[in-house]
């Protein structure tokens, strides 16, 4: 599987910018993103619940998780006045495709880093988090996947910020697998993507604290960086042949643009 032919060139070093992670759902976005805010803060940024604080954006960047609303243009603002007063930091977000914030991008205000996973794992991985959410009485809108067909309908937002944003300039594509298969490489590219400083040992160690086996343990509950399940190719298991055929049929092209 090969990558988008998207490859951004290594950065300058950031001066005031907003660094925006845009995360598919169900694609170990929490967990990489912890480990990006990780290898920004061991360049000198500050952390996006620091800023918070400090800036008064309590309701502009949501407690524990830095979650953002991307897609409006008022809340990208107040963000950005805070960069000028703390420098650039790092938030996070699923859905930032929007014609305002394509402008900032293009204007080079904000800078995205987007990660994704296999689009058929993904399905695979709601219609699991759908039948726990119904078997716990959750009323998540996780509980409304009930088969391959309502799963695709849920994604279909997430593979049109994919769409969006992978094929254009400057954005830095990380996939799920390849974090898997060596996290520190990839933390390498986005170090080089943001045109810091961070040794190679230093983003060894944050790669190690995000391994499956610090997490537990530290006791942290697998769901809270999306790694419940985790692997790759869980469709090939999990998928019967007709709902292989949805999902080709659905989005058999788009995940081929992918590089799946």
């Known amino acids: 599987m090969e990558p988008p032919e998207n490859e951004p060139a290594i950065a300058e070093p950031l001066s005031v910018m907003l660094i925006l992670h845009v995360g598919m759902k169900k694609s170990g976005s929490a967990w990489f993103y912890r480990m990006a805010s990780d290898v920004a803060e061991a360049a000198g940024y500050p952390r996006a619940a620091d800023v918070r604080e400090r800036s ?35 938030v996070t977000t699923h859905r930032a495709g929007s014609y305002s914030t394509g402008v900032i991008a293009r204007a080079g205000l904000i800078r995205v880093v987007l990660s994704y996973r296999d689009p058929f794992d993904v399905v695979v991985s709601l219609m699991d988090h759908g039948r726990r959410a119904r078997e716990k009485g959750n009323r998540s809108d996780h509980a409304s996947v009930t088969d391959v067909r309502t799963a695709l309908d849920y994604l279909e937002p997430y593979l049109a910020e994919w769409s969006f944003w992978a094929h254009r300039a400057g954005t830095l594509a990380v996939r799920y697998e390849d974090l898997l298969a060596d996290a520190p490489a990839e933390l390498g590219r986005l170090r080089d993507w943001l045109g810091i400083d961070v040794a190679d040992d230093r983003l060894r160690d944050i790669a190690s604290r995000y391994s499956a086996q610090a997490i537990v343990a530290r006791d942290e509950p697998f769901e809270r960086f999306h790694l419940a399940t985790g692997g790759n190719r869980r469709h090939t298991d999990v998928l019967t042949a007709e709902e292989l055929r949805i999902c080709r049929e659905r989005i058999g092209g788009l995940r081929a643009a992918m590089g799946y």
Request: proline letters at 6%.
């Open 56 to 90: 008064g954006l309590q309701t502009v960047i949501r407690e524990k998780t830095d979650h953002v609303n991307g897609r409006n243009p008022l809340r990208l603002a107040r963000l950005l006045l805070a960069s000028r007063r703390t420098g650039p930091f790092l």
